[in-house]
């Protein structure tokens, strides 16, 4: 296969106040571009051009650092987008969802702060997860362009905290960047429908 950068799903100025189009102008078309140009370039005979996005995370981790740093990101960030819309975020999740959060992590208003907190204090650049692993909802945190898929588990929820996710908006007052990404950015129904794939 070879990366693509996908379109925004909304216009550059759609998340404001909360994410400013400068932002998403760095982010998507500097920053996701360079995660997809490069990683076309290390995939060429990698001897795993033929395979698709997840496996080319999976099968490059721990074996070729640098496909592997660019093909996570490319993978992150195609779903970063989606896991945001305008007027997101809010207490009011789908039903199925709703239930795996009260049973598995102990209901939403638990799930926001240790949500925050892994985000909060992943040290230098990395994501915070919500992810399935064995049918069940867990959070975590990663350094760099890793994921849960590469700790066997099926990310549905994932916020950026490298530094040009955020810095522009909120400089170094990370814990605001991603209460005001939970609270006010996320897409809940893209969210649900990562999670009924992950355990169907």
């Keep these: 296969m070879t990366f693509e950068l996908p379109p925004l799903p909304y216009a550059y100025d759609a998340l404001g106040p909360y994410m400013s189009k400068e932002t998403l102008e760095f982010h998507h078309d500097k920053h996701h571009q360079a995660y997809v140009t490069n990683g076309n370039n290390l995939l060429k005979d990698s001897g795993l051009e ?26 992150n960030h195609i779903h970063f987008w989606q896991w945001m819309k305008p007027n997101g975020g809010g207490k009011s999740l789908p039903g199925k969802l709703q239930a795996a959060v009260d049973s598995d992590l102990g209901g939403f208003d638990k799930l926001r702060t240790d949500f925050i907190a892994a985000g909060t204090t992943q040290f230098g650049s990395g994501w915070a997860w919500i992810a399935v692993k064995d049918g069940k909802l867990e959070i975590s945190k990663t350094p760099n362009g890793e994921s849960p898929l590469v ?21 170094n007052a990370r ?15 893209h969210v649900e429908e990562m999670y009924s794939k992950a355990t169907a």
């Excluded at 040009?164 to 909120?170: A, F």
């Design 50 to 75: 033929g395979k698709s996005l997840e496996e080319i995370v999976k099968e490059s981790y721990g074996k070729n650092q640098g496909l592997f740093n660019n093909a996570g990101q490319h993978y």
């Design 151 to 171: 700790n066997g588990a099926h990310p549905i929820l994932g916020v950026d905290v490298w530094e040009h996710s955020y810095y522009i908006d909120y400089r």
């Design 175 to 189: 814990p605001k960047y991603l209460e005001a990404w939970f609270d006010n950015l996320v897409n809940w129904e």
